[in-house]
């Protein structure tokens, strides 16, 4: 079992930067591959951003790419999500998901563990 607590969301605004955290317990994150999801109020949960368990591979919706960075610091059994550039757009609950069966599992989103979500708000 792996519990996952995100942090670091809050109120920015548009142009802003925002580090989201996903800290992980229970469970060494070292065999897991990671991800990032978000759900704006009266949408279906989205892919925003995967990275493999070795941080070599990661993948990223096309709306984030560019702006956004995942990296994982494997010591710390912490994932990141760099959030440069926000647009109000961004706005949403971002929820972090682990699962080891590949990065193809994490950007489906239908397997692993989930965390509690964080809200992010960026204002125009």
């Known amino acids: 079992q792996v519990q996952l607590v995100e942090s670091g969301g809050g109120l920015v605004q548009a142009g802003g930067s925002l580090r989201l955290s996903c800290a992980a317990s229970?469970?060494?994150?070292?065999?897991?591959?990671m991800g990032w999801f978000r759900q704006a109020p009266g949408k279906e949960r989205e892919f925003v951003a995967a990275?493999?368990?070795?941080?070599?591979?990661?993948d990223y919706v096309d709306s984030v790419k560019g702006r956004f960075t995942i990296s994982r610091d494997n010591t710390k059994n912490t994932v990141y999500l760099q959030m440069n550039s926000l647009k109000p757009e961004d706005t949403a609950v971002y929820y972090c998901?682990?699962?080891?069966?590949?990065?193809?599992?994490?950007?489906?989103?239908?397997?692993?563990?989930w965390g509690q979500g964080t809200q992010v708000t960026v204002s125009s």
């Open positions: 229970g469970r060494t994150l070292s065999t897991y591959y």
């Open positions: 990275i493999s368990w070795g941080g070599g591979r990661t």
């Open positions: 998901i682990a699962d080891p069966r590949g990065l193809t599992a994490v950007v489906a989103g239908t397997t692993g563990y």
